[in-house]
């Protein structure tokens, strides 16, 4: 699976430098299991704090936030990737054995209960609001080995959660998973482009 999740980054970081403009347009998106009418647009400032760890790892805001609360939420690196020609090309370098077959198993072990997220997000928003001054505790960028471009591809933007942005957008996210629970949604998966 390192592979694959490898083999995606790459692409993404080869299709961005065709564009000098994707890094503004890479985000997260929800994919729930049946249509709803929920509005379901992933907030952008989350987006842009779960894909930190891309870049970053354990200076990412998202993995510094994780141990100071003591939380898990790498279930927001758990993408699906619904471009079925990746696995064919894993399998044409003898990466995979079975394109068709390691889709299935991608495809099943990327889906989210909803209930699971929604838990996991109303215990995050919990321990946010009893660590109130959780901004203050973040370092930003503070990887010295990271070249200059990476450190600066994404600025420091402490004032989205110092001013209740964050907070905000999480409610909303909470929201959006709460309205696909009340439409019978039992699954999901998150999409990144």
Same mark, same amino acid.
């Given at each position: 699976?390192?592979?694959?999740?490898?083999?995606?980054?790459?692409?993404?970081?080869?299709?961005s430098s065709k564009n000098?403009?994707?890094?503004?347009?890479?985000?997260?998106?929800?994919?729930?299991?049946?249509d709803t009418g929920c509005?379901?647009?992933?907030?952008?400032?989350?987006?842009?704090?779960?894909?930190?760890?891309?870049?970053?790892?354990?200076?990412?805001?998202?993995?510094?936030?994780?141990?100071?609360?003591?939380?898990?939420?790498?279930?927001?690196?758990?993408?699906? @990737?619904?471009?079925? =020609?990746?696995? !064919?090309?894993? /399998?044409?370098?003898?990466?995979?054995?079975?394109? %068709?077959? $390691?889709?299935?198993?991608?495809?099943?072990?990327?889906?989210?209960?909803?209930?699971?997220?929604?838990?996991?997000?109303?215990?995050?928003?919990?321990?946010?609001?009893?660590?109130?001054?959780?901004?203050?505790? @973040?370092?930003?960028? =503070?990887?010295? !080995?990271?070249? /200059?471009?990476?450190?600066?591809?994404?600025?420091? %933007?402490? $004032?989205?959660y110092k001013n209740g942005?964050?907070?905000?957008?999480?409610?909303?996210?909470?929201?959006?998973?709460?309205?696909?629970?009340?439409?019978?949604?039992?699954?999901?998966?998150?999409?990144?482009?």
């Open positions: 699976m390192k592979v694959l999740i490898t083999l995606f980054l790459s692409l993404i970081s080869f299709s000098t403009n994707s890094n503004l347009g890479m985000y997260y998106y929800l994919i729930p299991e049946t509005v379901d647009d992933f907030p952008s400032g989350l987006s842009y704090f779960f894909e930190q760890v891309g870049g970053y790892d354990e200076y990412a805001t998202v993995s510094q936030l994780e141990n100071e609360l003591d939380i898990d939420l790498s279930l927001f690196q758990n993408i699906y @990737i619904d471009d079925k =020609s990746i696995f !064919e090309e894993m /399998e044409k370098y003898g990466e995979i054995r079975d394109a %068709e077959e $390691e889709f299935k198993k991608h495809a099943e072990k990327t889906k989210i209960r909803t209930e699971s997220m929604f838990d996991l997000l109303l215990i995050f928003k919990n321990k946010l609001e009893k660590n109130r001054d959780f901004a203050n505790k @973040i370092k930003f960028n =503070s990887n010295k !080995e990271l070249s /200059e471009s990476i450190r600066t591809l994404y600025p420091p %933007e402490i $004032e989205y942005k964050f907070l905000k957008d999480l409610d909303a996210l909470i929201s959006i998973i709460n309205c696909y629970k009340k439409n019978g949604v039992r699954y999901l998966r998150l999409g990144y482009a």
